[in-house]
């Protein structure tokens, strides 16, 4: 897929958010039983709620929409907690793409829009402040490029490639194992994958797993701690 010519279209999804779909890999962004409400149930509340320190560094695989790095935004604000968000993407969208996302006012009435077309205007490949305890990192690169050792510390990854079936490349032992290896002791991974051979593959890398209740529309998801 070359990435000035990935053709995506603007679906609606079951909580009145909408996703993108790519008919190349007949693949959705997100769940089409609702696209803010599964973000929030896997990369939310099972994985940033679940993190005890004040200050974070959260790695994601795949920017996608900005969906993950919007609600937590958000939730930091809530929770009082500074954000150093990393976030990894091959195939960015363009301006008329971005624009047609409706996540800015379903997350947040009052500035939810404002703060959406911050995190997708923010330049690539530096660090870019959102506001005093959100700060964002764009890396425009294919996860299987990326220089691990350049990267901070990682205490939260939110595993949001694409599934195992449409780009198996990125759910590898070898990536798993050098996204392990950049995150702290106790750190913690969420992804809405639940395959069995992702979560072999993830404790064989380090991470203590754990099945856990999927978002609508799914029956588990899964989230690992590194001991």
């Known amino acids: 897929m070359d990435k000035h010519h ?3 279209e603007v679906t609606q999804t079951e909580d009145g958010s909408v ?5 190349e890999l007949d693949e959705h962004y997100h769940s089409i039983h ?5 973000s929030n149930h896997v990369f939310i509340d099972a994985g940033f ?3 005890s320190l004040n200050s974070l560094v959260v ?11 919007l609600l937590t935004y958000f939730e930091a604000e809530r929770a009082g907690k500074q954000i150093h968000f990393i976030s990894m993407e091959k195939y960015p969208l363009v301006a008329k793409e971005y624009n047609g996302l409706n996540y800015g006012h379903i997350v947040d009435e009052d500035s939810g829009e404002e703060v959406l077309q911050k995190l997708h205007h923010a330049a690539w490949g530096e660090k870019v402040n959102i506001s005093d305890f959100f700060s964002i990192t764009k890396l425009h690169i294919d996860m299987k490029d990326m220089v691990w050792n350049e990267l ?3 205490d939260l990854v939110y595993y949001d490639a694409f599934a195992p ?14 996204v392990v290896d950049v995150m702290t002791k106790d750190g913690i991974l969420t992804t809405y994958c639940a395959k069995g051979v992702v979560r072999r593959s993830l404790q064989s890398a380090g991470l203590s797993m754990e099945r856990l209740p999927g978002p ?3 029956r588990e998801m899964l989230r690992g701690i590194k001991r």
Request: glycine residues 10%; negative net charge; proline residues 9%.
């Open 59 to 69: 790695l994601e695989a795949g920017f996608g929409t900005g969906l993950n790095a």
């Open 165 to 178: 079936d449409k780009q198996p490349d990125l759910w590898s032992d070898e990536l798993f194992r050098s």
């Open 19 to 23: 996703t993108l779909f790519i008919p």
């Open 49 to 51: 709620c679940h993190a």
């Open 152 to 154: 901070p510390a990682i």
């Open 6 to 8: 990935l053709k995506r």
């Open 216 to 218: 609508p529309g799914k």
């Open 34 to 38: 609702g696209a803010v409400q599964e």
